[in-house]
């Protein structure tokens, strides 16, 4: 009987991540009928998304806080050594940190503009906790750096 163990394969395309090739996993890919199976292992669930975030280098993000309107706050950001990774960009209110959005999302200005592949954009709705009339001043901020037209306020009311 050949015994089926866990083994690690690294992966390729820039997953950044090992595999963990199961008996449970490979039993679709062909059965080993010649004694009893071996006992599955669990493996933790992986999440991959299409194109992962990167740490950006500092000194390589280019960006631009569009701003805060009625409905979202945009901007869009860039790794200029590795235009084809997203880069997350952290929103706060004054210190506290808002959300971190990746910047993904595909803007034609900034495929006009030689941004990349213009998959560098990033928008979400105003959280309704910004919305109590009071001012908040909203930072965009990459790699630890503010983007440029950084920090801006939403007005009372």
Not at 76 to 97: E, F, I, Q
Not at 111 to 130: E, M, R, S, T, V
Request: charged residues 20%.
């Amino acid at each position: 009987m050949r015994r089926m163990t866990n083994q690690r394969i690294p992966a390729t395309r820039g997953l950044g991540a090992a595999l963990l090739l199961t008996a449970a996993t490979l039993a679709g890919c062909g059965e080993d009928t010649s004694g009893p199976p071996a006992a599955p292992t669990q493996a933790p669930a992986a999440k991959v998304s299409q194109a992962p975030t990167v740490q950006a280098n500092p000194a390589s993000v280019e960006g631009y806080f569009d701003g805060v309107d009625a409905d979202v706050i945009s901007g869009w950001a860039l790794d200029t050594t590795k235009p084809a990774n997203p880069v997350t960009v952290d929103l706060y209110d004054g210190d506290a940190l808002l959300a971190s959005v990746p910047a993904r999302e595909f803007r034609q200005d900034l495929l006009d503009a030689q941004k990349g592949d213009g998959y560098h954009g990033f928008k979400i709705p105003i959280p309704a906790g910004l919305k109590d009339g009071q001012p908040h001043t909203v930072h965009a901020k990459c790699a630890g750096g503010e983007l440029k037209n950084s920090p801006q306020t939403i007005p009372k009311g």
